[in-house]
């Protein structure tokens, strides 16, 4: 024959002719001459066909998005080239944020609109298990048509601008209240609570592959107006972060500090680092003649009277510190009247400095009293005392003054 067949073919064939031949790849060449023997060949092997039946198999078709994980795919988003980090140093552009992509988004939900029972149906219905089900077309749309509306409300949300309140400036943070916190875990609220910034600052730190590394640091004071307050330092890649994780985390140090009429026990000195605070007990009705961050604490605890005096360097930081502590550790007058064993007895101007009992010992007063030549043990403030003596010197008694 002067025609040549070729075929080459490459079949998966399985005994007994159970599972449909299924062809990989094939190149048939016939001539002219050769259509005639393939006739009679076709009707001796009639069981034999010449092109296999295709027989489907499934397969996942796998992509970058689903080898890598979440953590991944974003380090591949926000993280800068390599070039780029090395030269960094404060001269890269506005940082990316991480999004929430699941933020309005239901477990079960797809444009398919299935209902999976315990996802985004419930299992049971008037005591029956409910079977897996679908939606109609015009369900579904609606249910589409409502999740686009949501995202674009929420966009709409996140670009308006919140008016704030005045804090203790036009473009300070500090004294801007922040409201209540959030919940907690377990559904409590905190409704009676208030929150102030008392500091916001943008810190930074050199690391080998980022370079500059800037953040926002926030301080932030917690208090019920009750004598329940607390404060936290908290750091986060923009300010609303920061404010956040500094409020929600102050509830978790919070301090019960005693008062007396809306004012303090008696008077404190109270030091933290070089930061010196000098509290004075006040008459009701005087105000607060304070610091401003000072004015602000004060106002979250409930105090409404008071004197207070900061010496050495004013760091908001040092001060809320230095506040605290001196509070939290005053010493009650019923505490004094136990450990000395005495009655307290305070004296006011409005009753013409007349004794009046504000404590007693739980079991009588001692009846052997101090002795007279007992000193007690008062620290003094020199320049208080001068100031009381009229001996104090004016700041400009030394100012060298020229003579024209």
Known sequence: MAASIRVCCVLRVTLGGAVPLRPIGAAL????????VSAVSLQRNAAFPLVPAPAWQQNRHSSFFNKLTAEQLWKGVLAESGSGARKGRGKRTKRKLRRDLNKGQTIGEGRGGFLWPGLNTPVLKAGTVQPMARRGESEQQEMHAELVRFRDEWERRKKMKVKRERGWSGRSWGGLSLGSPDPGPNGETYEEFDSSVIEMKSVSSMTAK?????????????????GAAGFALAKAADKLTAMRKAKNRAMHYLYYIERYDNTIYHDIESKFKRTTLHMKKQNKGYGLHCHRAVITICRLIGIQDMYCKVEGPINLLNITKALFTGLANQETHQTLAEKKQLHVVEFQSERDLLPTVVASPTGGARPDPLPEDQIPNTRLNWKDVHAAQGLKRSVWAGVKRTIW
Do not use: P
Not at 29 to 36: E, P, V
Not at 210 to 226: A, D, F, P, Q, T
């Open 29 to 36: 060449q016939f001539s002219q001459s050769a259509l005639r």
């Open 210 to 226: 980022e370079g500059r590394k800037r953040v926002i640091s926030c301080l932030v004071v917690v208090g019920n107006r009750n």
